[in-house]
């Protein structure tokens, strides 16, 4: 089992540092996010006291999906997205990674 599990997560860890990397030359200073140890999910977080589904919205217009943070959340959350690294190539990574910061730049 162990040979058959250990490509696939040394592929899953690849992605998360590729998807990392990116948002960390792409988005904002203003914006922040958890390094997972494990699962597929980072949480991005807008600046305290913004509306991340602004954000999604601005996302979605330029064709890149979010998922909003409030609805993992049972206080709070209002500033924050869940993002998912697993199945996207890394050229949509990069192309998605582009949008989204065009999206950022409209929702500040």
């Not at 601005?58 to 998912?84: C, I, Q, S, W, Y």
Request: zero cysteines; hydrophobic letters at 40%.
């Amino acid at each position: 089992m162990d040979a058959y599990l250990k490509p696939i997560r040394a592929e899953y860890l690849r992605k998360k540092n590729l998807f990392s990397d990116l948002m960390e030359d792409m988005l904002p200073e203003s914006f922040s996010w958890n390094d997972p140890d494990g699962g597929m999910f980072i949480w991005l977080r807008t600046p305290e006291g913004t509306d991340a589904m602004r954000l999604v919205d601005a996302a979605l217009e330029r064709k890149v999906v979010l998922m909003p943070g409030k609805p993992f959340h049972v206080r709070g959350g209002d500033n924050t997205v869940r993002l998912n690294f697993a199945t996207a190539s890394d050229e949509e990574m990069e192309e998605g990674m582009r949008r989204l910061r065009e999206a950022a730049s409209a929702f500040l």
